[in-house]
């Protein structure tokens, strides 16, 4: 049951994922804007990091009938997303990776430090380094311009950035359901990221893309 | 107050909309009015003024003294086009 559902999960992720890189991709088509571009990568890189997972569990368990599923599946999946959270840190261009402060660092260096060996550890840490970077810039834009679709946006990239924490921890506590909670956490920031889009018309209108 | 850095999108945006809806009369808007209300060079706004009309969001219209711009049915769509995804991008903080 709970296989069923991180399944469904990751593919409601995927398509959330497709629809907004889909959107991005029609405001880029439009306006040649760079910045679309990147956030169409970002959204396409997320959305294929919940396919490849989630058609990836479906295959290996309806279709090669594998009894446990294999885990570079995950990774895989988990690093395809990671690209696509660099994109969106790289949007508000990355002044440095790490903080300055000595105090910061000792927190943060150890994101790196206790996972020792394994690749999905890594990856997972720096998603989550990435997005509460995206997440500070945001709520600083938020600050700014004080739209409320900004705060769904921050608020949308801080669960992201929490979903991807829990996800890290369930590695370490395996049988608990904190991976379903991480995915569910993931799956509801991917929504909130969403919100800014059903406050603008989707139009079918083409433009040359060398303006 | 800090000055605002402007991309080329958003100065394509202030002179669609200033040919939109600050033009004096029926003919259009003069390079100079556009240059005072856009807020760009001479050099810079001719560059762009010929690629929006090539593309056609302008239309070119000549009277007596000087050439004259106004929005076409195309720029008509495209600045909305554009508000939108500039919403969508400002929502995540970024500039188009």
Same mark, same amino acid.
């Given at each position: 049951m709970e296989f069923v559902l991180e399944t469904a999960l990751n593919l409601l992720g995927f398509l959330v994922g497709l629809v907004l890189g889909i959107f991005a991709y029609i405001g880029f088509k439009n306006t040649g804007s760079p910045t679309l571009f990147r956030l169409n990568i970002a959204f396409f890189s997320i959305g294929i990091g919940f396919g490849v997972v989630g058609f990836g569990y479906l295959t290996e368990s309806f279709i090669l009938n594998y009894v446990k599923v294999d885990m570079w599946i995950q990774t895989l999946g988990i690093g395809i997303q990671t690209i696509g959270y660099f994109f969106i840190a790289f949007s508000h261009g990355i %002044?440095? !990776? !790490? $903080? %300055?402060s000595r105090y910061f660092k000792s927190i943060a260096v150890p994101l790196f430090i206790? $996972?020792?060996? *394994?690749i999905e550890h890594i990856i997972r840490s720096i998603s989550f380094i990435l997005l509460v970077y995206g997440t500070i810039e945001t709520i600083m834009s938020y600050m700014e311009n004080r739209k409320k679709s900004t705060i769904f946006v921050a608020a949308g990239l801080g669960l992201l950035a929490m979903g991807e924490f829990l996800g890290w921890y369930s590695v370490v506590f $395996?049988? *608990?359901v904190l991976y379903f909670i991480s995915i569910s956490t993931k799956i509801a920031g991917l929504g909130a990221l969403f919100i800014p889009i059903s406050q603008v018309p989707l139009r079918g209108v083409r433009f040359g893309s060398n303006i | 107050m800090a000055a605002t850095y402007r991309t080329h999108m958003s100065i394509i945006g202030d002179i669609l909309a200033t040919t939109r /809806? @600050?033009?004096? /009369? @029926?003919s259009g808007a003069s390079v100079t009015y556009l240059i005072r209300k856009a807020n760009v060079s001479y050099s810079r706004l001719s560059k762009i003024l010929e690629t929006l009309v090539q593309q056609g969001l302008l239309e070119q219209t000549t009277s007596e003294r000087a050439c004259k711009y106004r929005i076409s049915e195309r720029g008509r769509e495209f600045l909305q086009a554009y508000r939108g995804f500039r919403e969508f991008a400002d929502s995540f903080g970024l500039r188009i």
């Open positions: %002044k440095s !990776f !790490f $903080p %300055k206790i $996972p020792g060996n *394994s $395996p049988q *608990s | /809806d @600050e033009v004096p /009369d @029926e």
